[in-house]
């Protein structure tokens, strides 16, 4: 049986409700719940790390805007069209239920609409046969294909680390392993330094380490322009090495967490309060905003979110020693 039977098998009748439905507002609610997404608004600004978990807390949520429910969109409408065995009806219909803002906003400079984000799903189908036509979803050794895998990691050390993983790939010859991050960008080219070295999908690389037998294993940026409507597709290789350094890398955050709330201060980065070409949804407030009421803690033995795999970090070293002699 091919890799494509073999998730044609496992997809007949499947609810696509987890590529179209991410909420991510109970994740962020706990101080001591960490996410590439959270680790990111951490270097960005500390003050800035509190008040989202503030604001999580409260159960506010975070308005979304056009940008993020075009790439949100995007993103799900590629994982369904994947997941369906290429059915492009599924792939528009989970783009349509990802848009969670009201069915008219756009941004029509930067070709950023509902109608836009299916022209993008529509083209991909071109781009995937053409550059990875090679490559299938993966399906894990307990059966699940390989879209939106949900993983915690138990650091140990108090905290807990949370990924969503776009697609795992499997080469349908070697067998090897690649991981797909869905993107988009408003730039004319995509630049290669925005991805290269990012820490989101080395994080992934985990996940393989745990499920299958390889250690090394390539990351492919599928990176759509929505200026020029158009996708491009970067691979990098990450090797074993890298991911020890993301372990280290992540303790490190965890650490300055606990000093920012030992101190009870987490320090502004002014230099952020302008960026992404708007301001900080904070910009004006967060210096008079001082009771933010106690902090919510994710117990040693409850998860911030449903995972499909949960794992100690003691156990990710042990098995990367034992596969490095």
């Known amino acids: 049986m091919s890799a494509l039977d073999k998730l044609a098998a496992h997809t007949v009748g499947v609810s696509f409700q987890e590529t179209s439905d991410k909420d991510y507002e109970k994740l962020q609610s706990y101080i001591n719940a960490t996410s590439y997404s959270m680790i990111s608004e951490l270097h960005r600004c500390p003050r800035r790390f509190q008040l989202i978990k503030a604001r999580a807390l409260r159960g506010e949520g975070q308005q979304s805007n056009v940008d993020f429910a075009y790439g949100h969109a995007v993103g799900a409408g590629i994982q369904a069209w994947l997941m369906s065995g290429y059915n492009m009806n599924a792939a528009m219909f989970n783009a349509f239920l990802a848009w969670r803002i009201p069915f008219a906003a756009e941004l029509p400079k930067k070709h950023k609409t509902i109608w836009d984000t299916w022209i993008a799903v529509q083209s991909y189908a071109a781009f995937h046969q053409e550059n990875l036509d090679e490559w299938a979803v993966w399906v894990t050794p307990d059966g ?4 939106e895998l949900s993983i915690e990691i138990d650091f140990e050390n ?38 290269a070295n990012s820490a989101q999908a080395l994080s992934y690389g985990i996940v393989i380490d745990m499920l299958a037998h390889d250690t090394s294993y390539e990351v492919f940026y599928v990176c759509y322009s929505a200026p020029e409507r158009k996708w491009d597709l970067l691979p990098f290789s ?14 490190l955050d965890h650490a300055s967490i606990s000093a920012y709330r030992k ?22 407030s967060c210096n008079i905003t001082s009771d933010l009421g106690a902090e919510k ?29």
């Open 144 to 147: 699940k294909p390989a879209i």
């Open 158 to 195: 108090g905290y807990k680390h949370y990924m969503h993983i776009d697609v795992i790939l499997q080469h349908r010859v070697t067998g090897q392993l690649a991981i797909q991050e869905n993107k988009t960008h408003g730039f004319k080219d995509v630049e290669p330094a925005i991805y």
């Open 238 to 251: 990450k090797t074993t090495a890298m991911k020890a350094e993301w372990i280290n890398d992540c303790r």
């Open 263 to 284: 101190l009870q201060f987490f320090p502004k980065r002014g230099e952020n309060c302008y960026a992404f070409m708007r301001r900080c949804e904070f910009f004006g």
């Open 297 to 325: 803690i994710l117990g040693e033995t409850e998860q911030a979110e449903r995972v499909d795999y949960s794992f100690k970090i003691s156990d990710v070293i042990r098995k990367q020693q034992e596969r490095n002699g």
